[in-house]
């Protein structure tokens, strides 16, 4: 006979770097039924949004944190029973966990508002740590504490939960610290506790303005619409901006003719859909010649460490992947593409599109990039200046295929005007490490290697 049990379902690890996660939506009610393996919530995390599935088939019978909180990995966020007649004991409403119900109370109708609140008082004082979790926010606007006062040990000196903690330690006797008095432009979130601004004397000089993105949200007026950071956008943006802040961006653009790939992909289409069910389009060509152009030229595949370059002996291939009907960015990594002929390529651009349009991707598929692609050509941009992701030198932005008017050489010397499909290929890189002279020896190996297109060497 089998006894009934209780299971709990918990914030799942989603990558040694994570610690927390945010409840996104709860796809099931107290009182619903659920099988093993089945999607009972959507989370996110400061790396992917992602779905947790039940850890056996059962019955609701709690949900114990509400959407849009935060909480550490590892904690029951709903209670399961193996018994499929089981009653639940607790109104259909997701709660939060009791350790953090009495705080979660006061601010979790406005964590999103607490947290830009918080960067706007960062900002203001020239602090390079502006951003903060969720949790952060709201330990912060629950004790009214200056979060400039706290020393933060995460990356870039970020405040984390543990350093909101020890500094709440440090003070419990009430001697040392006391909050400041919030003045009266002081920015403070609706039905949060006030951020407290910093002293004065923090601030500098000739402080900027707080950009617009990090005021506090006000109610939408008349023809207008809120949307609040996710947490990947959060993301996306600080790393978009630490880039900027971090490496010398420089441009080059390059006309490439595609004619002889576009022959050979003609002939391969059929083969491919047929075969191994793969719609061949012309990413993985691009991608097999940047591959083979980094053989000569392996500095565009390393990332700066302050004085040192790593230059890396193995291509781990960004490719950029518009979710969200365009709302949203991620960039999987094809592993070891250096190893993988067209076929292979096309298998793995297949697979990461798809998963990343249906958030099934992992840690391990955002993380390791040593360099990238993105491909907007296919919505009809002619070329752009991509921003390079942190850690990587190199960028490629490949443009839409246009059929132009070209000058062509014949075999013996003489020229005519002919229809080719042409493309513009735009290369961003770090002038920390790359030179001018060095990039553009890199994309005329990837132009020759495109032009001339080897079909043995490469594969099929």
Not at 16 to 41: F, H, N
Not at 42 to 59: C, N, Q
Request: no cysteine; hydrophobic share 45%; aromatic share 4%.
């Amino acid at each position: 006979m089998v006894v009934a049990s209780n299971v709990d379902v918990v914030m799942p690890q989603m990558g040694s770097s994570v610690t927390e996660g945010t409840i996104s939506r709860w796809l099931k009610q107290v009182g619903d039924t659920v099988q093993a393996d089945e999607t009972i919530v959507e989370i996110s995390t400061d790396k992917v949004d992602t779905e947790v599935p039940a850890p056996t088939a059962g019955v609701v019978l709690e949900l114990l944190v509400a959407e849009g909180v935060t909480v550490d990995v590892g904690t029951r966020i709903a209670v399961l029973s193996t018994d499929l007649s089981a009653k639940p004991a607790a109104a259909p409403v997701a709660a939060p966990p009791a350790e953090v119900a009495a705080p979660v109370a006061a601010v979790a109708a406005a964590p999103a508002v607490a947290e830009r609140a918080l960067v706007t008082q960062l900002a203001a004082t020239g602090e390079d740590r502006a951003f903060v979790s969720p949790v952060v926010a709201r330990m912060v606007a629950e004790h009214q504490l200056d979060i400039t006062q706290i020393d933060g040990t995460g990356r870039g000196g970020r405040v984390t939960k543990k350093d909101v903690e020890n500094f709440l330690a440090a003070h419990a006797s009430g001697g040392g610290y006391a909050a400041p008095m919030a003045e009266s432009t002081a920015i403070t979130a609706p039905a949060v506790a006030p951020v407290v601004a910093p002293p004065a004397h923090k601030a500098p000089a000739q402080a900027p303005a707080a950009p617009a993105a990090a005021l506090p949200a006000a109610p939408a007026g008349n023809g207008e619409e809120i949307y609040t950071f996710s947490r990947v956008r959060q993301v996306t943006a600080k790393h978009m901006r630490e880039s900027i802040e971090t490496a010398a961006h420089v441009t080059q653009v390059w006309e490439v003719d595609l004619g002889r790939v576009t022959d050979i992909r003609n002939r391969l289409k059929p083969k491919f859909k047929n075969d191994y069910g793969v719609s061949l389009s012309f990413l993985p060509f691009i991608m097999r010649a940047t591959v083979e152009a980094m053989a000569a030229w392996p500095w565009m595949n390393a990332e700066v460490r302050e004085n040192d370059a790593v230059i890396k002996r193995y291509v781990n291939l960004g490719m950029a992947v518009s979710v969200d009907d365009g709302k949203g960015l991620m960039v999987p990594a094809i592993k070891n593409a250096e190893t993988l002929n067209l076929l292979g390529l096309a298998q793995a651009v297949a697979d990461l599109a798809v998963r990343g349009r249906s958030k099934k991707l992992t840690i391990d598929d955002l993380t390791g990039g040593t360099f990238t692609i993105t491909n907007p050509g296919v919505f009809g941009s002619l070329y752009g200046t991509p921003i390079l992701p942190v850690g990587q030198v190199g960028i490629l932005d490949t443009g839409a295929i246009v059929r132009r008017p070209m000058v062509v050489e014949g075999p013996d010397g003489s020229e005519a005007i002919a229809i080719r499909p042409m493309m513009y290929l735009s290369i961003s890189y770090d002038h920390r490490l790359i030179d001018g002279a060095y990039a553009s020896q890199f994309m005329a190996q990837i132009r020759t290697n495109l032009q001339t297109w080897d079909e043995e060497a490469y594969g099929a």
